[in-house]
């Protein structure tokens, strides 16, 4: 059973080391934290790998216990297999509430689909290049190029890192690319639908938890930190602020109650 109070989770942490970059593994365990305790860490790799090498003062570093797997066939790994095994094990014995899911290998959509229907969140965390199809099986799904990378970070760093560096930071998509997004579109204005009042109006932490419950999503992989700022840039939402509190309310009903209250005045 879940914890009802938020980032209290129990969390098994599983990375694919030959999938996944070491110098993000610090942005994604700060993500993780914000969910609760991380008390499961282990990162899966034939470690005899020169590739591999990045890996070590992480793996030191954040506590993460090192899971060895040599390649039996030449050209391919094990260690997919082996997390996989893991995964089950752990989900039947010390249950964690959530799986964080370190790859971006479509081998682990099966393995994300049964986790979550055994009532684990699953929290993953890929390149850009990972499929679509294992980005929208788990719970959430984020781009580890999103994610680190802070403004003092670029600040403080060597001219040519900081370049490196500023390229790696939120890209917003843009107002034209985001519109020509349907799946998007659609996600948004269905989720507003569904939290909306009479005339609209709807709560954007509502609207948020209904996307959630709905779709692997974060406004991050679009580029923008908050999800009230991904509304704005779309351009097909209007916003307003009450206090602390934001709302949203897709323009077409806007522009339908506008177009409707002439036509009911002339009828008083």
């Given at each position: 059973m879940k914890p009802e109070q938020a980032g209290s989770y129990r969390i098994a942490l599983l990375i694919d080391a030959d999938n996944a970059p070491a110098g993000k593994i610090e942005a994604i365990l700060a993500e993780l934290s914000k969910h609760g305790s991380i008390n499961v860490r282990r990162a899966y790799g034939n470690w005899k790998k020169s590739e591999l090498k990045g890996w070590e003062e992480a793996l030191h570093e954040h506590a993460i216990r090192p899971m060895q797997q040599f390649d039996y066939t030449k050209g391919k790994n094990a260690s997919d297999m082996a997390m996989v095994i893991d995964a089950m094990e752990l989900l039947y014995t010390d249950r964690p509430h959530a799986f964080g899911i370190v790859s971006s290998d479509a081998d682990f959509t099966p393995l994300v689909m049964h986790l979550k229907s055994k009532g684990a969140d699953v929290f993953g965390f890929g390149q850009k290049k990972a499929p679509e199809p294992f980005q929208r099986a788990c719970s959430t799904f984020l781009f580890v190029e999103n994610l680190g990378n802070e403004p003092e970070q670029l600040a403080n760093a060597e001219p040519s890192l900081a370049v490196a560096l500023e390229a790696e930071t939120l890209q917003p998509v843009p107002t034209a690319k985001l519109k020509m997004d349907t799946r998007l579109v659609k996600l948004l204005r269905g989720a507003v639908q569904s939290a909306a009042d009479e005339d609209g109006w709807a709560i954007l932490g509502s609207v948020g938890t209904h996307i959630s419950n709905q779709a692997?999503?974060?406004?991050?992989?679009?580029?923008?930190?908050?999800?009230?700022?991904?509304?704005?840039?779309?351009?097909?939402?209007?916003?307003?602020?009450?206090?602390?509190?934001?709302?949203?309310?897709?323009?077409r009903f806007g522009k339908a109650r506008a177009v409707q209250k002439p036509a009911n005045a002339s009828e008083n």
């Open positions: 692997s999503f974060d406004p991050r992989n679009y580029g923008y930190e908050k999800l009230g700022a991904l509304f704005e840039a779309t351009q097909l939402f209007e916003t307003r602020r009450i206090n602390t509190v934001m709302f949203v309310r897709d323009v």
